[in-house]
């Protein structure tokens, strides 16, 4: 998926620092339809969105999760390395042009998943990570973070069901448990940036707690 264009609202929008929401979770946790239908909401507010997902968001980097996705297993920290070489690409082209135009950028997955997946699911080390995120990201890390969470045999389940499992989904259940976990802890420890929704409600639940959250964290929302 190539990023969207930004909302129709743009024209008369002021340039300047846009707002970086990032949606996190397990496979099957519903963050396309979450991010589709809050950037449709932010843009129904006036805001100009624009919607991007990882690994992806810019040609290079959709390049990357050919490999990513198509090759392996990799390396643990080989597959980290891919993962941000993707992220920067999709920073530099994409997220930080779009910020800096004053667009809201809303993005399916970012650093916390590699934190989730590689880390807690694979065994890379937090320092690595860290370096990693330095090394790609700069100082621009994401303003509110909602984690999408699930219990992974229902994730699962909504997962498989779609078919053409990728080799991540295709990982055990202890796999999916660990990457919860991971995700849960992330949102424990940076309490400030992350909210954590219940996947298991209904899309418009999820959306009704997710722009209360907008809201309420970030302001600029009638
Ligand atoms: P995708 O088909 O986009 O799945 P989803 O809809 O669940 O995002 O595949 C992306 C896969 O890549 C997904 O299984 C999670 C994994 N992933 C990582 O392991 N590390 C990362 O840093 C990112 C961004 C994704």
């Not at 290079?60 to 996705?69: P, T």
């Not at 999916?176 to 992350?194: Q, T």
Request: proline share 8%.
């Amino acid at each position: 998926m190539a990023p969207e264009a930004p909302g129709s609202s743009t024209p008369e929008a002021p340039a300047g620092p846009g707002r970086f929401i990032t949606l996190e979770g397990g496979e099957g946790a519903g963050k396309t339809t979450l991010s589709r239908a809050l950037a449709a909401a932010l843009a129904g507010a006036g805001l100009p969105v624009l919607r991007t997902r990882e690994p992806g968001g810019a040609p290079g980097a959709e390049a990357v999760r050919g490999l990513i996705l198509g090759q392996g297993p990799w390396d643990p920290v080989a597959e980290a390395m891919l993962h941000f070489a993707a992220r920067r690409e999709h920073v530099a082209r994409t997220i930080a042009p779009a910020l800096e135009a004053g667009i809201w950028v809303v993005c399916d997955r970012f650093a916390d998943s590699t934190l989730a997946y590689q880390g807690a699911g694979q065994g890379l080390s937090r320092a690595v990570w860290e370096g990693l995120c330095d090394l790609a990201l700069g100082p621009l890390r994401p303003e509110l973070t909602l984690v999408l969470d699930l219990p992974p045999d229902r994730g699962m389940g909504r997962a498989l069901s779609r078919g053409d499992a990728n080799r991540y989904e295709m990982q055990g259940p202890e796999f999916h448990a660990r990457v919860r976990a991971g995700f849960l802890a992330i949102a424990e420890a940076e309490s400030g940036r992350c909210a954590v929704l219940d996947a298991a409600a209904r899309p418009e639940a999820v959306l009704a707690a997710a722009l209360e959250t907008v809201r309420a964290r970030l302001g600029g929302l009638a």
